[in-house]
């Protein structure tokens, strides 16, 4: 199976590098989103990092320390010890307050430092631009500094324009409920199922990953378990300019069910897609 | 019109009670055709086509193949026959005669009616095929209310006389609304289960995980899961997006089977031939387009779409081997 947790309501299955760097999360709901910030958190313990993370005050009980579920004991023990912590928002967001509060981190000796912070609930009362000159220097510290950083937002309030601006933020890594998509060194890495409810997510990361490359965008499919028409539909739509340019999309190591998927819609004979096999 | 300018599908009917009758209506046909550059496909019983290449002698355009097997999957044989016609015309040949005759299916109703539907809806999708198959059939082994119905699918009979347009020919919509096979019995009964409705795309992937573990516990083999899994995808996103909310998903397990219903809130749409006409990838498959309908047809043996009291129903039927092997 792959990495990306449950579809729908499970937890995280896993946390390992995939939730390292400069990490967009999508949710849909709050219980998606706690479950993915609690293996974000668990994550960072595990390496030692300092983990702080900024959120709306909640309701008693309704914190992500509370429904770590397995997880609470260890997140416990990280508070009292001064490994893990919660920032009010407002402390967070001050332009140049991310910096700052790394340095602290540092300065105290932890090897490394993990920010995470509820994005879309700022971003609400202030202006977008101003925001994302935020996520800009957020994005600064993950590539200059030993900082990883997870950026949540919620799915319902992130129109068109503004999922293409994140996306263009992120575009080392980004995750929702179902799929979740990080560049690597052999092309971008996708991890889990597309379909209708997602594609436009897709169609943004190929459309901006066609636009930053010189011929070849390289898509690793080894772990891509579903494709919809939908899904087929944007990839085609998202790289054509590209294609028509010269460019070539390659789909690599696609799995049976999507494989059949590609060939018996056609896409692999349209003009720019190779369809290959074999090892990512 | 000379016959050399024909480009688009034939499809006759060649309704014989001997052999002589058969080589009388057909070697004419196929003489001409090799002589303007047609290549033959020969896929009637052997001693058919052995007294078909008998009379005509050798030659390099005629191959000759199995009898025609009733196809399980009405969508997937067109996709087929679209494929060897495309094959034969990139070597050279001007257009592809098929003489085609039914496998041997006895007396199973539903072969028969299954049959039926696909010779109806070849005259939808293969319209613009370079193709004439001529489909014969013997009329003293076929009981007469098959003849019938077989009969009022071709355009076209091919006689001793040659070709004539079939006066009981029913345009294929109409024939296919005659021939719904309808409700499968097992519908009847309570469904192995009944997945939550459905109102957003959002949980259309949650349904999926769902249905795979319902199959998952039935022990159907993985691909089959996998078709079946997609084909269900497109159906409930037609009905959240063209259709109208709630979509409601039931799954039946009669033995060696599964029967699929997805079932909208909406009006539908009356069209039988929907979803067999191939989607252009270079179109990128807009919306609307039929595609996913198309893509369930290719990956489930039978679908159908039928309004219904509850909305709109499309039934996906497909053979599902009784254990994982």
């Known amino acids: 199976m792959s990495n990306v947790h449950g579809v729908g309501n499970g937890a995280p299955r896993s946390h390992g590098p995939e939730w390292d760097g400069h990490l967009l999360l999508l949710h849909r709901s709050e219980s998606e989103r706690l479950s993915s910030l609690a293996a974000w958190i668990y994550r960072g313990l595990d390496r030692g990092d300092k983990v702080i993370y900024a959120e709306l005050p909640r309701a008693a009980g309704e914190s992500v320390l509370d429904v770590a579920n397995g997880w609470g004991v260890y997140f416990a023990a990280a508070v009292a010890d001064g490994r893990l912590a919660a920032l009010p928002l407002e402390r967070f967001y001050p332009q140049g307050g991310q910096e700052e509060i790394v340095d602290q981190a540092l300065d105290a000796g932890f090897p490394s430092v993990r920010l995470a912070a509820e994005s879309s609930a700022t971003w609400a009362t202030g202006s977008l631009s101003a925001h994302l000159d935020i996520e800009r220097t957020v994005d600064r510290l993950c590539r200059t500094r030993a900082v990883s950083a997870l950026c949540q937002y919620k799915y319902s309030t992130t129109e068109r324009t503004v999922l293409h601006e994140l996306v263009a933020m992120h575009r080392d890594r980004l995750r929702d409920s179902a799929l979740s998509m990080a560049a690597s060194s052999h092309g971008l890495v996708l991890d889990g199922e597309i379909d209708r409810g997602n594609a436009d997510v897709f169609a943004t990361v190929i459309h901006l990953a066609s636009a930053s490359s010189v011929g070849v965008v390289r898509l690793d499919l080894a772990a891509l378990e579903f494709m919809d028409v939908a899904a087929c539909r944007q990839l085609l739509y998202a790289s054509r300019d590209f294609r028509q340019a010269g460019g070539r999309v390659v789909l690599v190591a696609p799995r049976a069910s999507v494989d059949l998927t590609l060939r018996l819609l056609g896409v692999d004979q349209v003009a720019g897609i190779d369809l290959v096999g074999g090892q990512p | ?325």
């Open chain 2, 1 to 325: 019109m000379s016959a050399a300018a024909v480009t688009h599908f034939i499809h006759q009917g060649l309704f014989f009670s001997s052999p002589e009758e058969l080589l009388a209506a057909a070697l004419p046909l196929l003489r001409e055709g090799l002589a303007a550059g047609d290549a033959v496909i020969l896929a009637c019983r052997d001693e058919y086509a052995a007294l078909l290449v008998d009379a005509i002698g050798p030659h390099p355009r005629i191959t000759r193949l199995p009898p025609v097997r009733v196809c399980a999957r009405t969508a997937t044989a067109i996709e087929d026959y679209h494929e060897m016609v495309a094959q034969r015309v990139a070597v050279g040949a001007r257009r592809v005669e098929v003489v085609g005759e039914p496998n041997d299916f006895g007396a199973n109703p539903d072969a028969w009616a299954e049959c039926s539907r696909f010779e109806a809806i070849c005259n939808v999708t293969l319209a613009m095929c370079p193709l004439t198959s001529t489909c014969t059939f013997d009329v003293g082994a076929l009981p007469e209310p098959v003849i019938k119905d077989l009969a009022s699918a071709h355009p076209f009979l091919l006689t001793p006389a040659g070709r004539i347009r079939n006066e009981r020919y029913v345009d294929p919509a109409t024939f296919l609304r005659r021939f719904a096979a309808g409700p499968d019995p097992v519908e009847e009964t309570s469904p192995t289960v009944a997945f939550a409705a459905v109102t957003d795309l959002h949980q259309v992937a949650a349904l999926r995980n769902q249905l795979r573990a319902a199959l998952d516990a039935h022990e159907v083999d993985l691909p089959i899961m996998a078709d079946v899994v997609a084909a269900v995808q497109e159906l409930v996103v037609n009905g959240l997006v063209h259709g109208r909310p709630p979509v409601r998903v039931r799954l039946w397990t009669p033995p060696e089977r599964l029967v699929c219903t997805v079932t909208d809130a909406g009006p539908g749409f009356d069209d039988p031939v929907a979803g067999y006409m191939r989607p252009d990838p270079d179109d990128a498959f807009s919306p609307g387009s039929g595609t996913g309908l198309w893509l369930a047809r290719q990956l489930c043996d039978r679908v159908e779409t039928a309004r219904t009291p509850a909305g709109f129903t499309v039934r996906l039927i497909t053979s599902a081997p009784a254990a994982r092997t």
